[in-house]
């Protein structure tokens, strides 16, 4: 105590203590490991390295430097804020074709969205190509738009029967154009319920306009998309008699 009076000669010998640095470990603004106590000039021990969903830990480097903090030669003289360095993981998409055709991988980073790759073919043609799903059994739609890739990833092909448009076109002296039919690859169209405006009556339909050569809805499959035509002609009155007695008529179209 230097307020007690001397009596005597008297050596006072300086007693010092070492600073302490606090070295906080970060990503971004969220503490990564618990902050260490060190006294000035010596090293940090190197904590647990962190974990980071989609990315795999590269190393700390102090805030504002470009390179890694060099644990076993980097003295601490002051408080130190070290933050983690990650590099994004990069995971495989596979597109699995059928048989015969080669199979297309595709490299995503975490997060990212796949490039679709070109339709497969299919090893029958009444089949097409509808979508990829990841779920052979199920065969859900995978959403390429709106479904990120945070692993490894394959995609298989979902093929289905085709279906071809069968159309009908109008014409003046039929009272409404029937809709277009959706038909499978082999099936038959129906022949629509379409009548003639009064006067007039439908034979028919054909492929060839112009032409009155029917189209058989009971033995064409449909195996591209077709328009067919309405065969429309006079409505004519067949009056029978015999005698001179009228017995009954019939609607037969000319021609």
Request: with cysteine; net charge negative; proline share 6%.
């Amino acid at each position: 105590d230097l307020n007690t009076p001397v009596k005597s000669d008297l050596t006072l010998v300086a007693s010092w203590k070492t600073k302490e640095f606090t070295v906080s470990f970060m990503d971004g603004e969220t503490q990564k490991a618990d902050s260490q106590t060190v006294e000035y000039g010596k090293t940090v021990t190197a904590p647990t390295a962190p974990t980071k969903e989609g990315h795999t830990f590269s190393c700390w480097k102090k805030v504002g430097s470009s390179s890694p903090f060099d644990f076993a030669k980097e003295v601490i003289t002051e408080d130190t804020v070290l933050e983690a360095v990650w590099d994004i993981n990069t995971y495989t998409v596979t597109f699995d074709y059928p048989d015969g055709q080669k199979d297309v991988e595709k490299n995503v980073f975490y997060g990212g969205k796949v490039e679709i790759p070109k339709d497969p073919e299919p090893a029958d043609e009444k089949y097409e190509f509808l979508h990829w799903t990841a779920d052979a059994e199920s065969k859900e739609e995978f959403k390429f738009d709106t479904t990120p890739i945070e692993d490894n990833l394959t995609l298989y092909p979902v093929f289905g029967i085709k279906k071809f448009t069968v159309t009908f076109e109008g014409d003046v002296n039929i009272s409404f154009v029937p809709e277009p039919q959706k038909v499978a690859y082999g099936s038959y169209a129906k022949n629509p319920n379409a009548t003639a405006i009064e006067g007039y009556i439908i034979t028919g339909w054909t492929t060839d306009k112009g032409v009155d050569t029917p189209f058989n809805f009971t033995s064409s499959p449909i195996e591209s998309d077709i328009t067919l035509y309405p065969i429309v002609k006079e409505e004519l009155t067949l009056k029978f008699y015999d005698g001179d007695v009228f017995k009954y008529s019939s609607k037969v179209a000319s021609g």
